[in-house]
């Protein structure tokens, strides 16, 4: 019986050490394919980096990438901008396209980034267009062309009906954009009533569109929205009433009558009187630059109207 036994002992070792080098097998090749696996995930990542700069997504100015923040506050110069459109027509030069490298390269915002001022710009700047334009991806420029070309074009006339010809203007305006307000930060532009008289300035439409929106809200009283062909969104708030045929649907043209500044908000409906009459302009952009709902300053695009009538 013992004899027996020890005869069958090897046998009994042969089979574990099979099982033993099988399992040694299965997991060596394992590793292999998740080393494999892993040095082709590593190569998906950095052929996806390589991409994401070739094409653009990441875009950067000469040295810094360009905040949101900046885009919104659009501290172009007011100099810089009209003569950029006087150059535009001068050249044949796009002129959204114009202001989109100009801003581009300096941040959408000069303070930061010293750059071109307004006397150097043909020399500097209009004349370098093709080189400086081919720093860029079409496709990173385009969001920030399509912006600028979108609110130039369409904005053609001031919101607030002006004086009678050679006449002082009856409002006062600056760039108030970012001024905190109660916890909050400005996200518009106001332009105040010089005699801070309710319902004597008539508030008119910057821009062809359709009304949107109309309606009482707690921070901007009586308000009107206009919605333009580009999908621009423009706000025009605090009014002391609504011009006839104000209504949601309704078509309306650059020009045309939406009611009368005021001084309404900061309450319950009909709310009135806890500040100056002004109106609140207020631009929120179709232009995807972000995921988010964004505005954008309006001040100097007021300022290029008035400059582009006056001349």
Same mark, same amino acid.
């Given at each position: 019986m013992a004899a027996s036994a020890r005869a069958k002992l090897p046998k009994k070792y042969a089979r574990a050490h099979g099982r033993r080098r099988r399992k040694r097998g299965f997991f060596k090749k394992r590793a292999r394919q998740i080393e494999r696996l892993l040095f082709l995930a590593g190569v998906g990542l950095v052929l996806l980096l390589f991409l994401k700069l070739a094409v653009g997504l990441i875009l950067k100015g000469p040295s810094t990438p360009i905040d949101l923040r900046d885009v919104e506050a659009m501290r172009i110069p007011i100099a810089s #901008? %009209?003569? !950029?459109?006087? !150059?535009s027509e001068e050249r044949g030069l796009p002129f959204g396209e114009l202001l989109t490298l100009y801003s581009v390269e300096n941040r959408f915002f000069p303070e930061k980034s010293p750059g !071109?001022?307004?006397?150097? #710009?043909?020399a500097q700047f209009v004349s370098s267009y093709g080189r400086i334009k081919n720093k860029y991806s079409a496709s990173a420029l385009r969001p920030f062309v399509s912006l600028l070309t979108s609110i130039t074009d369409e904005v053609r006339h001031f919101p607030v009906a002006g004086p009678p010809e050679g006449g002082e203007a009856p409002y006062t305006y600056g760039d108030s954009w970012g001024a905190p307000r109660?916890?909050? %930060?400005?996200?518009?532009?106001?332009i105040l009533d010089r005699d801070n008289v309710r319902g004597r $300035?008539? *508030?008119v439409s910057m821009t062809d569109g *359709? %009304?949107?929106?109309?309606?009482?809200?707690? $921070?901007?009283g009586y308000y009107v929205g206009i919605?333009?062909?580009s999908g621009n969104y423009y706000y025009y708030a605090h009014l002391d009433r609504w011009a006839d045929g104000v209504e949601k649907g309704a078509e309306v043209a650059a020009g045309e009558l939406l009611g009368y500044m005021g001084?309404?908000?900061?309450g319950a409906e009909g709310a009135a009187g806890s500040f100056q009459v002004h109106l609140h302009v207020g631009i929120c952009p179709a232009a995807k630059i972000t995921g988010k709902e964004y505005w954008i300053n309006p001040y100097p695009f007021l300022r290029l109207e008035e400059e582009r009538k006056s001349g």
């Open positions: #901008l %009209v003569r !950029l459109d006087e !150059l !071109l001022g307004a006397d150097g #710009l043909e109660g916890g909050r %930060v400005h996200e518009g532009c106001d $300035l008539q *508030v *359709v %009304v949107e929106n109309f309606g009482w809200n707690d $921070l901007g919605t333009a062909r001084d309404t908000g900061y």
